[in-house]
Structure formats: structure tokens, C-alpha cells
């Protein structure tokens, strides 16, 4: 299968700390997909991008599609001890038996208060 | 708004026991996806059903079996149950026949097996 690249693997920052975390692949990917999961609980879709170059904000969240659709980027600000969790990136590959989407191996963060 | 609905969420069964999982997906959605995720892991495809058919068909190990119904929810089952069975395991929908793109999971069934 696809393989996506997710770093980093693991971030402890201080509340009130902005976040970065990214996604990269060698596959080109229609979608990038940005999910958080809680413990014991099924991922939930944070943002969902479309286009090469697309930008786009939940709240504080911020995440990029990258232009060679081979890579995104997703933004935290000024974090509150709620944004624990596990973040996942999805790559989303249109085939000839379907859609295929791939998920990246997670970044855990911690926030101290 | 109704959301992918998984049954049951806890399962606990010994060695060479068979289990069956249910989801239930958002009303409309076309198309279901399982994952089985383990500890520490990112989930990982199992198989999908677009329209009640096999779409696609990812490390499902051979015990295991799953269909999609004329009502469109999908049941996953696991015979011969191996200690490494033991994981969650997600259903997702979503609506591929208006080329939304996007997966929307339940809360998954934790399966452990003795």
C-alpha cells in the first residue's frame, strides 16, 4: 500500500503553544484528510482539502494542500489542553476500483496547562 | 445528524471463537469502509463496499468475511479469532456516487480476544 510519512511522531508543548505537524508521501493523492482521534474513539474529520495549494482554516486550525499533492501541513494555535489526542493525516487516491485513502502513522500531542 | 453507528462497541471472545461486527452507515452514504486498528497503530484497510459490492479489498485476512446489505449496513465477520485479532475495528462511510471524499468514522467495536 501507500505509504505516508507523519511527523512528528509525538510533540509535548505548553498550553497557549502554536503546532505543526505535516504529511508526505511519494504518491500524488486527490484529498488530503486531517483527523483527530481521542482514546477508544473512532477518528473525526478536522479539515478536508481538495486542491494543490489550498489553504484552509477550522478555527485554529490551519492546514495546506500541497502543490505537488504529494504533501499537507496542518496547524494548531495557541493550543488548549482539549487539542489532545492523536492526529492523523488521510491521503484520499482515486482508482480504477475506487476510492482509496491511506492514513499516515499519527502524531500524538500532549498539552501541558 | 445522524453518525456511522458500530455495534457492539466492546467484544470479548477466547481463541478459535468467531465474532461479528455491525455498522451502520449515514443514511445515503453508499459506500463502507473497515479498518482494524491496532495499539499505537493507524488504522488499517480492511475491505469496502460501494452499493452493496466489493469495492476493494485490503490486508482482510481470509477468516474474515464481510458484506454490505440491501439496507446498506455491513456486518464484519471473524472466525478461527487469533490473540492478534485483538484491536479496534472501524467502519467508515461516505458518498462516492455525488464525489464527496471524504471518511466518516464511527466509534468503533474493541474487540479482545483471550
Known amino acids: 500500500g501507500q505509504q505516508l510519512n507523519q511527523s512528528p511522531q509525538s510533540m509535548f508543548i505548553q498550553e497557549g503553544e502554536d503546532v505543526s505537524m505535516n504529511c508526505t508521501s511519494s504518491s500524488i493523492f486527490n484529498t488530503w484528510l486531517w483527523y483527530k482521534q481521542d482514546p477508544g474513539e473512532g477518528p473525526v474529520l478536522l479539515i478536508a482539502?481538495?486542491?494543490?495549494?489550498e489553504l484552509t482554516s477550522n478555527g485554529r486550525l490551519t492546514a495546506q494542500f500541497g502543490i505537488t499533492r504529494k504533501d499537507s501541513f496542518l496547524n494548531i494555535s495557541a493550543s488548549i489542553p482539549s487539542d489532545v489526542g492523536i492526529y492523523f493525516c488521510a491521503g484520499q487516491l482515486i482508482s480504477g476500483t475506487g476510492n482509496q485513502f491511506y492514513f499516515g502513522t499519527g502524531t500524538s500531542l500532549t498539552v501541558i496547562p | 445528524a445522524a453518525g456511522v453507528i458500530q455495534s457492539p462497541r466492546h467484544l470479548i471472545k477466547e481463541k478459535r471463537e468467531t465474532a461479528t461486527l455491525k455498522c451502520y452507515p449515514i443514511?445515503?452514504?453508499?459506500?463502507v469502509y473497515w479498518y482494524q486498528q491496532g495499539p499505537g497503530q493507524d488504522p488499517q484497510f480492511l475491505i469496502s463496499f460501494y452499493e452493496k459490492m466489493q469495492s476493494d479489498k485490503g490486508s482482510i485476512p481470509d477468516r474474515f468475511s464481510a458484506q454490505q446489505f440491501s439496507d446498506y449496513h455491513s456486518e464484519l465477520n471473524m472466525s478461527s479469532l487469533e490473540l492478534g485479532d485483538s484491536a479496534l475495528y472501524f467502519c467508515?462511510?461516505?458518498?462516492?456516487?455525488?464525489?464527496?471524499?471524504?471518511?466518516?468514522f464511527g466509534a468503533g467495536s474493541r474487540l479482545t480476544v483471550l
Open positions: 482539502l481538495y486542491k494543490a495549494g
Open positions: 443514511p445515503r452514504h453508499d459506500t
Open positions: 467508515a462511510s461516505s458518498l462516492e456516487g455525488a464525489g464527496a471524499n471524504v471518511l466518516t
